[in-house]
């Protein structure tokens, strides 16, 4: 029998949750880990209504500017089913907020007019459960050794989630700072 290290293999130093997918997230304390990474963790997407694509950053050219944007939970969800709404900061710092309602009724035409206007193009605010296969773009550099080089492929998503590699990332700062070097 062999005994076991209790030294620590690592520490996290921080735990970062994006409530849009491809957008500037949120810090948080603490979170519950399903098969499908951290609860609620890319629960919304912008989607381009013309190719029904979700938006992600993985093209660049075309979606960049969602890194301009900061999304963050209006509650704390405590579960899978929960939903909570989403404040979405704009790149010019004016707030949305996401399933807004006035006077008793969706207003959802407001962000998603919002959103189109930014990346001049009809898009739509969706969560991940509306979609059973969905699909995004992604930009491969021209870069040697790449299996594509300088092209732009559909890559598919597991059914009702907008998570396209991992469901969950971990960076160790020594990596953080080797690329700082590089």
Do not use: C
């Not at 900061?89 to 006035?102: D, V």
């Not at 597991?158 to 953080?176: E, G, K, Y």
């Amino acid at each position: 029998m062999t005994q076991q290290s209790s030294a620590p293999m690592g520490t996290v130093v921080s735990l970062w949750r994006y409530p849009i997918k491809s957008m500037m997230g949120e810090e948080i304390n603490s979170s519950y880990i399903t098969e499908r990474g951290l609860v609620r963790d890319r629960t919304y997407a912008v989607v381009d209504k013309q190719t029904d694509k979700i938006a992600s950053a993985k093209n660049p050219r075309k979606w960049g500017k969602l890194f301009d944007f900061r999304s963050i939970f209006v509650d704390s969800p405590q579960d899978v089913n929960d939903i909570p709404r989403v404040w979405i900061t704009f790149p010019n710092g004016i707030n949305f907020l996401s399933n807004n309602h006035r006077e008793g009724k969706e207003v959802e035409d407001d962000i998603n007019s919002s959103l189109s206007q930014v990346f001049n193009r009809q898009v739509a605010l969706m969560k991940s459960r509306s979609f059973e296969n969905p699909n995004y773009e992604e930009y491969w550099p021209d870069i040697n050794g790449l299996a594509q080089r300088e092209k732009i492929t559909d890559e598919a998503m597991p059914s009702n989630t907008f998570f396209d590699i991992a469901v969950i990332h971990i960076l160790t700062t020594s990596t953080i700072n080797r690329l700082r070097e590089l």
